[in-house]
């Protein structure tokens, strides 16, 4: 799908047909979260667009905003094929891609002539190499932020990936606080500021998330996005075969659990801090629910797969019909 939209966008008519269909503008869609401006509050999650091929074609889409990454600094080919599965009975995905990209470098060379018509958001979801031990993990992270800084509005730091051994460690306290202050210093030394996130994983327990409530308030980052794919296998219908695959749940399966999370950091914040949601947005009705549990904006990745573009507009609509 990804190759057959970049060449078909590649010819300005096509773009401009596909910007007229899928976007649907509405004053009441603005939104200013972390002191950007979004012109509407739905995103492309990462994972789709890892190496900022496809900035020109996916701006013709209506989304307000698209992450790229996960990048690392140097290239790595990811696990091997086949890593990613459709569960059609589950309207979900599994995945255990393990960050397959070119680099850091070639992503931000690519986004410095990227053309991106429609004024979009951009974001930088940065992670570590697989060979790279947890211990330097630090220098990896900073190495891609300086790398994309001049090139992306915010930056995510992708702790929460269950296909990069050992990643999913770095939400304990301890390196997180680490990691996390060191990004945020580094990125004062820049004249201008840009946001930090952290993406988080479904799968962590109550008092975990308290902790991490506790750390952005500490470190400063400035938001959280909830939640990366899921580890449980739990209410699945697919067959066994299937479901038994490695790797990270998408989708439908995932709707509740992350809105759980959400509801549960912006409570125990009190509202502290931004929320991007994610996981299992199918529909507009889903998206409403997780701005409705406290998410400033939202973001999808396996709806977009199985309901294609037309999900934006729809997604856009039942905001402003909510009055959200
Ligand atoms: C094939 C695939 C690759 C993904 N790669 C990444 C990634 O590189 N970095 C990341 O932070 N999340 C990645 N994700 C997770 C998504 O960004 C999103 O958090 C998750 O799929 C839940 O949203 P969804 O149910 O709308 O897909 C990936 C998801 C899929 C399905």
Known sequence: MSGSLARATK??????????????????????????EFKNPVGLAAGFDKNAEMVDALSNLGFGFIEIGTV???????????RMFRLVADEALINRMGFNNQGVDVA???????????????????????????????SDYLYCLEALYPYVDYFVVNV?????????????????????????????TFDKQKPILLKIAPDLTDSQLEDIVEIVKES???????????????????????????????????????????????????GAFPIIGVGGIHSAEDAVEKIKAGASLVQLYTGFIYQGPGLIKAICKGIVENGL
């Open 160 to 188: 929460s990936s269950p296909n990069t051994p050992g990643l999913r460690e770095l939400q304990e306290k301890e390196p997180l606080m680490a990691l996390l202050h060191t990004l945020k210093e580094k990125s004062k």
């Open 108 to 138: 931000a060379s690519r986004l410095k002539v990227a053309k991106n018509k429609h004024g979009l958001v951009i974001g930088g979801n940065i992670g570590k190499n697989k060979v790279t031990p947890n211990q330097e993990a630090v």
């Open 220 to 270: 400063e980052t400035d938001g959280v996005i909830a939640t990366n794919t899921t580890i449980s296998r739990d209410g699945l219908r697919s067959e066994k075969h299937l479901k038994e695959e490695n790797g990270g749940v998408s989708g439908r399966p995932l709707t509740s659990r992350s809105t759980e999370v959400i509801r549960f950091l912006h409570e125990k914040s009190a």
């Open 72 to 82: 690392t600094p140097r290239p790595q080919p990811g696990n091997d094929k086949p």
């Open 11 to 36: 010819f300005g008519l096509i773009g401009k047909a596909f910007h007229s269909s899928y976007s649907y503008d509405h004053p009441s869609l603005k939104r200013t979260v972390f002191g950007i």
